[in-house]
């Protein structure tokens, strides 16, 4: 089982990039899958997650309004827009995949797409930097 992260890159302030999810190996029908970012000399942080069977979704309140997240069951693949970047942003993401993600720790907030099981999967990050 595999999970592809993609996409990133090197953006103004205000731009856009949109980071893909591969899936390989499974279908995930029974996941949810999450985004989560990591900057410089910080901890890991959830972005957002999906439930792939019936699109449930879930954002921090960092990016409320700005990302949105995807899926699409017939590529295996889940996609994260993002727009009005920030330098703040600026972060390598991940993607992962489990029975629960959690992405607000604080309020133990997130998808649950099958109760009891964590987040087994994880992808390589992609590196999102965003200039001022």
């Known amino acids: 089982v595999q999970l592809q992260a993609s996409g990133g890159g090197l953006v103004q302030a205000g731009g856009s990039l949109r980071l893909t999810c591969a899936a390989s190996?499974?279908?995930?029908?029974?996941?949810?899958i999450g985004w989560f970012r990591q900057a410089p000399g910080k901890e890991r942080r959830g972005v957002s997650c999906?439930?792939?069977?019936?699109?449930?979704?879930y954002y921090a309140d960092s990016v409320t309004g700005r990302f949105t997240i995807s899926r699409d069951n017939a590529k295996n693949t889940v996609y994260l827009q993002m727009k009005d970047l920030k330098p703040e942003d600026t972060a390598v993401y991940y993607c992962?995949?489990?029975?629960?993600?959690?992405?607000?720790?604080?309020?133990?907030?997130?998808?649950?797409?099958?109760?009891?099981?964590?987040?087994?999967?994880w992808g390589e990050g992609t590196q999102v930097t965003v200039s001022s």
């Open positions: 992962a995949a489990g029975g629960t993600i959690i992405i607000s720790p604080t309020f133990v907030a997130g998808c649950t797409a099958s109760p009891g099981y964590g987040t087994d999967y």
């Open positions: 999906i439930i792939k069977s019936d699109g449930s979704t």
């Open positions: 190996g499974s279908t995930f029908d029974d996941y949810a």
